[in-house]
Each structure stands twice: as structure tokens, then as C-alpha cells.
């Protein structure tokens, strides 16, 4: 029996040091795929000259460790691995949302890939277009971007629309905070992004329907899941939950486009709003948008336009409270304009905005270190030369905010929400890109600094926040944000000012 059981032995271990050999080639073969389907279809220079990193595993490439950083407490950790292994060079390789792809972090590569229309296009994953629309903006050419953007950016970010605005997004900040502050218990963002939402389908679709806002907010929750997630279309993946979500807007939009078109051959209305500038604007040869067009850019502004509002506005409100110094600051300036006002006047105007200097900087700086937009991405047209690596042509180029955001070098002490740190400094360029830069930057900016002001201006003056779980961690895909959605008492103070 000892002898059986020592020829046993002796098998399994002579089976293993067989199979040894055999595992290491698949596992270096796995490991070198990628290599070999992108890099060795490079020339020999092109090759030689590609900026360090690795391309990953097979199909996945560097997905995993993204993933992994993200949903941990310390999302920083995926680029700092990079900079462990190759260096801090600012630009680096990798596989990313299924296509070889360079990642820079610096603020000039960063501003060039951002800027230079002849040799970047955009380059979103197939996956991300799917969920936002081949023919939104993140996806159509130069040429459309920029009609589009001509007809589209003066009615939400113009100086006469941000004047119409101002009423209607006022009155539903003091409306929103006198009812929260008489509900006890709420999920401060979660009832935020209602706001915002409600703002921007005023704006764009002329609708406060109650049930259709809730409907669209909650098919918009479950798209934003999907678009940082794998793309894995079978049932119980993010993903696939989000195509769905998407199905359901568009046929939601589809069915506003058209009865908004019916009622525009019936009557003519004094108001218009985006829609209708949307259905009724022709090029040079006098074509006019297709529905295709028209429902993905409503998609895409209607998500833009409430969810980087409400994210950063709530973040804003909670440094501040945790934050007493720059909280006396900030209010302060808000009750001297108040004291300025007129006795006649109603309502904030755009020019007591614009004198809102310090609150302007307390936004700034919660843009730069929550940096609600990670990444974008972009595509080379052509062969690129980046400091002194080559960016091949067809290559994803992803433009990495968070990283230029929270560099010591440009920002010391970087994770520390210091509005102070704005005092008569103006960052170079590409080191601070809360909207994006160049032609494709975000149209809705000003709308979305506007919304965030007003509401912080009469927080400021009437209220405060008590956080429940003021320990509790952060998600931060597919935006940062607490994992209790912040679960606070908003708490109506006495103010002269109420």
C-alpha cells in the first residue's frame, strides 16, 4: 500500500513538472495576444516608438485593473500603477474599452488632443455609442458638431437665455429646499438630480410632468450604469440593463418629437424651446434634422444637463459644510449682495451672479477634485508625434482629467478642497479641464455653473446640511459619489434672508 501510494506521488508530481511548461507558454501566450495583434502590425520605428505600458490580457487588456481601482477605495491607484512600472512620462499604452489605446495625463498632451481637429476625431468606444447615439454630439463629425453646436449652444448658454432661466431655476431651489427641509431624511443627491432634471426638461421640452420627469430620471440612472461598465450584453449585466434603458428613451423621445411636430402645424406658439428650434432648423441647402438626429441630441444633453449639475452640487454643499472657514467665507459674500439688492427687486439677476467671485472659486474647485468626467476619447486620424513617443493612426487617445486634476506639481496638496487656492491664479492650459477644451468642449457649462450657484446662494443663506453617515464611503463609478447617496437632514435656519 506505502508503494502505491508513493508511485502516486511520484505520478502527480512528474504530471506537474509535465504541465508546468505547458501552462507557462499559454499563460505567456495569453499574456503577449494583444502584443501581437496591435504592435507587431506596426512598422519597426512606429514599434520602437510607442509610449511604455502593456495592452493587457486578451480582449479584456487593462479593463480588469481599471475596474478593480474604481470600484476600490482608491480609483487613483489604476494610473499610479502605470507611473510605478514605466515611469513618470505622462503618456502610457494599454487596451481600453476594447481597442489599443495611449492615455495621457499631462496638461499639454492633453490640450493638444483636445484641440487639434485635424489630427484627433472623436473615438468612444462602440459601446459608449450605442448608449448615447451614433449621431450625438460625442459622435458626429467636425462639421455636424459644429452646426449643431451653433444652434444649440445660444439657447442654453447665452446671456439672454441664462436671464430667462434665472426665474424658473430659482424658483424651484427655494421651492426644492423649503420641501426637503420638511421631509426629515432624504438622499440629498438623489432628490438634487430631480431638480436638475426638472430644470433641463423645462428648458429643452417646455415639461414639468411629474410622472414623465420620474420616468426619464430613473431610465437615465440605469443608462449612466452602463456606460463605464463591461460591455457585456446578457441579462444581469450593467450593460445590457442600460441598452434597455436606452430602447425606452428613444421611444419615449420619439413619441414628444412627434407630437410636438402635429402641434407645430396647428399653432404657433410665442415660447419656443429646444425642441422646437431642433424641428425647425435648416442647413444652407435646407435640410432639416432627422428624428435620429434630433433624439440623440435631446439624449444626450438631458443626461449632460442634470447629472453633472447635480453631483457637483451636491459635493460643493458638502465640503462647504465640512468646511466652516470657506462656509463663513462664501456666505458672507452671499449676504452683502443680498444687502446691495434693491428693496424693489425680486429674484437674483446675472450681473449679482457674475459678482459672486469667492462662490465661483468654492465651484471651480469642487469641479477640479471631484472632476465629475474621468476621461474622453479620441481617435488619431493619422500617425501622431507626442512627446517623443508615436500615437499610431486608428489608436484610442484617452484624454485622463483625473490625473491632470489632482497633480501635485499644478495643484499642491491636491486632495484638499481649498478654494483659496484660486486667488489670483489662472491655471495654463489643459491643466484644468472640467468641461473639456477646443471645439468640442461642453456647450451647457455656463447653464450648469449658473444652476449650481443659485442653488448654493440660497442654501447658503437659509439652510445647512447634517449628513447621517458623514463616514460613509464613496462609489465612484459610473460618477463619485457616497454610497448612501447622501443621506443628510437638510435643516432651514433663521435667516433675515429666508
Known sequence: MELASSFSSASFLMLVALMTPAWMVLAWLLKHANWYLYETQLDGERRRSLPPGDLGWPFIGNMWSFLRAFKSGDPDSFMSSFVTRFGNTGIYKAFMFGSPSVIVTMPEPCRRVLTDDEKFQPGWPISTMKLIGR????????????????????????????????????????????????????????????????????????????????????????????????????PGFAYHKALKARKNLVAIFQSIVEERRNQMKTKVSAKKDMLDALLEVEDENGRKLDDEEIIDVLLMYLNAGHESSGHITMWATIFLQENQEFLKKAKEEQEEIMKKRPPTQKGLTLKEFRQMEYLSKVIDETLRLITFSLVVFREAKSDVSMNGYTIPQGWKVLVWFRTVHLDPEIYPNPNKFDPSRWDNYIPRAGSFLPFGAGSRMCPGNDLAKLEIAIFLHHFLLNYRLERLNPGCATRYLPHSRPKDNCLARVIALSSPFA
Do not use: C
Not at 149 to 164: D, F, I, M, Q, Y
Open 135 to 234: 449621431k450625438s454630439f460625442i459622435g458626429i463629425s467636425y462639421e455636424e458638431h459644429k452646426r449643431l453646436r451653433r444652434l444649440t449652444a445660444t439657447p442654453v448658454n447665452g446671456h439672454e437665455s441664462l436671464s430667462l432661466y434665472m426665474g424658473y431655476i430659482e424658483e424651484n431651489v427655494i421651492s426644492a429646499l423649503d420641501k426637503w427641509s420638511k421631509m426629515g431624511q432624504i438622499e440629498f443627491l438623489t432628490e438634487l438630480r430631480k431638480l436638475t432634471f426638472r430644470i433641463i426638461m423645462y428648458i429643452f421640452l417646455s415639461s414639468e410632468s411629474e410622472p414623465a420627469l420620474e420616468a426619464l430620471e430613473r431610465e437615465y440612472t440605469t443608462l449612466n450604469y452602463g456606460v463605464r461598465a463591461m460591455a457585456i450584453n446578457l
